[in-house]
């Protein structure tokens, strides 16, 4: 399957369409919430999968890309996708499949055929990268959910906010609710059109629900539901707005027919679990995870940060060529001490030659480390007790150095 990465990233939707359609077409028969965006969204649907797996439904995860290994990309409650039933559902879906098909469609299929016959319901379907074009947009959906929009993928996806936006904004199923987190006001203004030419209705953070952090915990005010000392499984101030997100939709959900109520909405919130973002490894020196890629998610890292006590920070930074680094420089460099540059072992990784050329021109004191492995080895001899190790800018390199960190085996892929 890893071999179809030849194919690259074709967007379009024929392809899936024709694959599952030689399977009996199992996604039409699914309850699928559909959740786009730039930043958030796999944070935001593992915060809702949690939620109605604490309320007794068999809930199905489409997240991407993986963090260490494949079986990551299809979950139902918590529960990764037996290697066993990979190879059998894969031989199906290969078998069902046109040529040329990529790897993202395949993948795609093979958790829509899935989630079908294990029963799961509902089922939270995370998008690749954009939306309209996207392989996971070929179900009918109950809901959709747009996280923040920002510049990203613009190869693909376009090279403005209103752009992006549009293709984000072409999963919205007529008639169905849409959720959005804060967006750009050019972002909002294309979701509400949208929305209004589709007549489906639209809850926006900040207007029609809200959550905030006060000393007890987050606060979150929805339209059904108002909680108070909230304690995210996932950590980070960031996560403000993806658990309120995911919460408004829950409130949604419990009026169309899912038995869901503030107890079981509090339990799931604070049992969700998402590796790599904002995750702390104990241990002298501290590490800490985040696949932070692009400069919006490395100002919410930054603004994280700030609840986390340190001496110095040392960064293990490894970015893919394609992103916007000095963004991410911008956000980040006034809080680095030491920066670790690596080449994350996947095609198409910026090289830590030149990517600690692009710290120093910043100011700040860079390393060119080399591998993911070796910048952890410098990054453990030089750091203090008090001292606090980041691992950043990729979630490929978040992955690797988790996997080299917990002993396990990483599977390096981009799709």
């Given at each position: 399957m890893y071999g179809l990465g030849r194919f690259g990233i074709k967007p379009g939707l024929g392809r899936?369409?024709?694959?599952?359609?030689?399977?009996?077409?199992?996604?039409?028969?699914?309850?699928v919430v559909h959740v786009a965006g730039t930043n958030g969204k796999g944070s935001t649907a593992s915060f809702l999968a949690s939620i109605l797996a604490a309320g007794g439904y068999k809930t199905g995860l489409f997240t991407s890309p993986h963090l260490i290994g494949f079986t990551e990309r299809i979950r139902i409650n918590g529960i990764e996708i037996d290697?066993?039933?990979?190879?059998?559902?894969?031989?199906?879906?290969?078998?069902?499949?046109?040529?040329?098909?990529?790897?993202?469609?395949?993948?795609?299929?093979?958790?829509?055929?899935?989630?079908?016959?294990?029963?799961?319901?509902?089922?939270?379907?995370?998008?690749?990268?954009?939306?309209?074009?996207?392989?996971?947009?070929?179900?009918?959906?109950?809901?959709?959910?747009?996280?923040?929009?920002?510049?990203?993928?613009?190869?693909?996806?376009?090279?403005?906010i209103s752009g992006i936006a549009r293709e984000k904004a072409g999963i919205i199923e007529p008639g169905k609710p849409v959720?959005?987190?804060?967006?750009?006001?050019?972002?909002?203004?294309?979701?509400?059109?949208?929305?209004?030419?589709?007549?489906?209705p639209l809850f926006c953070f900040g207007r029609q629900f809200n959550a905030s952090w006060r000393d007890s915990g987050l606060y979150y005010r929805g339209q059904e539901w108002e909680l108070a000392g909230l304690k995210p499984g996932i950590p980070g101030r960031y996560q403000s707005e993806n658990a309120a997100v995911a919460l408004r939709a829950a409130e949604l959900l419990a009026g169309l027919g899912y038995f869901l109520d503030e107890k079981v909405a509090r339990?799931?919130?604070?049992?969700?679990?998402?590796?790599?973002?904002?995750?702390?490894?104990?241990?002298?020196?501290?590490?800490?995870?985040?696949?932070?890629?692009n400069p919006a998610g490395a100002a919410a890292l930054a603004e994280s940060l700030a609840d986390v006590q340190r001496n110095r920070l040392i960064l293990v930074v490894g970015v893919m060529s394609n992103k916007d680094l000095d963004g991410m420089v911008a956000a980040l460099a006034p809080l680095a001490d030491r920066v670790l540059a690596v080449t994350p072992t996947i095609a198409r990784a910026l090289s830590s030659s030149g990517l600690a050329a692009r710290w120093e021109a910043a100011g700040v004191t860079a390393t060119d480390a080399g591998t993911v492995a070796a910048g952890l080895e410098i990054a453990a001899r030089e750091a203090g007790p008090e001292d606090l190790v980041l691992v950043c800018g990729?979630?490929?390199?978040?992955?690797?150095?988790?996997?080299?960190?917990?002993?396990?085996?990483?599977?390096?892929?981009?799709?």
């Open positions: 899936t369409r024709s694959i599952l359609k030689a399977l009996s077409n199992p996604q039409d028969g699914l309850r290697e066993n039933d990979v190879v059998s559902t894969a031989g199906r879906v290969l078998a069902a499949a046109p040529p040329g098909a990529t790897f993202f469609e395949i993948v795609t299929a093979m958790a829509f055929l899935y989630f079908a016959e294990n029963g799961a319901n509902p089922v939270v379907m995370e998008t690749g990268m954009g939306g309209r074009f996207d392989a996971t947009n070929v179900s009918p959906k109950i809901m959709s959910l747009i996280t923040p929009i920002s510049l990203d993928h613009c190869e693909y996806l376009g090279d403005s959720i959005v987190s804060s967006q750009p006001e050019e972002a909002l203004a294309v979701i509400r059109e949208a929305c209004e030419q589709s007549r489906s339990s799931g919130l604070e049992r969700a679990s998402w590796p790599g973002r904002m995750e702390m490894l104990g241990g002298s020196p501290r590490i800490l995870l985040d696949g932070a890629h990729s979630l490929f390199t978040v992955g690797e150095a988790r996997a080299i960190l917990l002993s396990g085996k990483f599977e390096p892929f981009r799709g």
